[in-house]
């Protein structure tokens, strides 16, 4: 199979999108980045996935950046610098933009546009060995506008100066208080927390998290701009369903509610 690729599986409510190059650290290529936004609809098509996890393979990295051994090939010129850029954003907004909860796991190196893919997920779970760094300054390289935009939007004008303007690297606990991180795990215990975490956001009502992210997109974007009317459409399909009546009876015996997404 190829080396440079993205697996994907839906299981238990979940699906997994993982970056698989481990030879270069889970670097994303160009074809890793191209093939994401149709992974992304592939998951928010599937009616029995209820949120979208994007992890690396293996332990030593979530993504180390793009894979700059392309960039020769494919952001030589202007022309491939703009087709390059466009599918970057492409991928980064199909995983922020989308209908459903999305989550990045992190273990290991989380660099450059690894980071970026992380910062477009709404939570980001980490191991307290996960490393980061957003070296674009260190290579000459300019870094678009639109993640810039929307970096500052994420977690703050002064935290995306200082990972910008210094390139430094650091770990997951001063990712944590920059805004960049929203949970630490213990490195021994990761997998385990980090999959019972996931499976407590899955186990959750279906249309209640798609109204919920309805809603965060729409924060996400300038005031000015925004209309809440698909949220506000998922906020009232959910009291009209029949998970809402499971939820009542469940909370009533006090048992574990079996949602359904009806």
Not at 162 to 174: C, K, P
Not at 202 to 217: I, Q, V
Request: proline letters at 3%; glycine letters at 8%; hydrophobic letters at 45%.
């Amino acid at each position: 199979m190829n080396e440079a690729r993205l697996d994907y599986a839906a299981k238990d409510g979940l699906a997994r999108i993982t970056l698989h190059q481990p030879a270069k650290l889970n670097a994303m290529s160009f074809d890793m980045w191209t093939s994401l936004p149709g992974l992304v609809a592939r998951a928010v098509e599937d009616d029995s996935v209820r949120a979208i996890v994007v992890e690396g393979s293996g332990a030593r990295a979530f993504c180390s950046g793009a894979d700059i051994s392309q960039f020769g090939e494919k952001r030589s010129d202007a022309e491939g610098a703009n087709a390059y850029e466009r599918a970057v954003t492409a991928g980064l907004a199909a995983l922020s933009s989308g209908p459903k909860p999305t989550l990045a796991r992190i273990n290991g190196i989380c660099f450059g546009g690894g980071l970026a893919l992380a910062l477009s997920c709404d939570l980001r779970l980490a191991s307290e060995t996960a490393r980061f760094c957003l070296p674009a300054a260190k290579l000459g390289l300019g870094y678009a506008f639109s993640n810039i935009d929307f970096m500052v939007r994420r977690i703050g004008l002064g935290a995306a100066a200082d990972i910008l303007y210094s390139a430094r690297t650091f770990e997951a606990r001063e990712a944590q208080r920059l805004g960049i991180v929203t949970n630490v795990f213990g490195a021994e215990t990761f997998f385990e927390e980090s999959n019972a975490y996931l499976a407590r956001v899955s186990g959750n009502a279906p249309l209640t998290l798609k109204a919920m992210a309805l809603s965060l997109r729409e924060l996400q974007t300038a005031e000015s701009a925004r209309d809440p009317s698909a949220a506000n459409a998922a906020v009232a399909a959910c009291y009209v369903s029949e998970d809402y009546a499971e939820g009542r009876r469940a909370f009533a015996e006090k048992r574990a509610p079996v949602f359904k997404g009806k």
